[in-house]
């Protein structure tokens, strides 16, 4: 099982930006396609932003052009820059991990952006 720490939200007015960081546990982190989903209040869990381990990227309509992931395979991070930030942004912001059978999510981070 893969641990998974986010951290980087908090509060932004609306067209701020913030980066969200994703650290994850063990030794095989290039090998994991790593998400970032978002939920928010009375809705489901959306997947945002997405990367492979080989730097694809696919993106939800709704953050296309605003949002960006990446990962950085030597600190075992993953990396979510949002910008041009919506009201619509709000909502814990979970990592998500997976490799074969192996699978993890993070503990969430806060993201609000109002004024």
């Known amino acids: 099982q893969v641990q998974l720490v986010e951290s980087g939200g908090g509060l932004v007015q609306p067209g701020g930006s913030l980066r969200l960081s994703c650290a994850a546990s063990?030794?095989?982190?290039?090998?994991?396609?790593m998400n970032w989903y978002r939920q928010a209040p009375g809705k489901q869990r959306e997947l945002v932003a997405a990367?492979?381990?080989?730097?694809?990227?696919n993106y939800a309509d709704s953050v296309k052009g605003r949002f960006t992931i990446s990962r950085d395979n030597a600190k075992n991070t993953v990396y979510l820059q949002m910008n041009s930030l919506k009201p619509d942004d709000t909502g814990v912001y979970y990592c998500?991990?997976?490799?074969?059978?192996?699978?993890?999510w993070g503990q969430g981070t806060q993201v609000t952006v109002s004024s």
């Open positions: 998500h991990a997976a490799y074969r059978s192996t699978s993890g």
């Open positions: 063990g030794s095989i982190f290039s090998l994991y396609h």
């Open positions: 990367i492979s381990s080989g730097g694809s990227t």
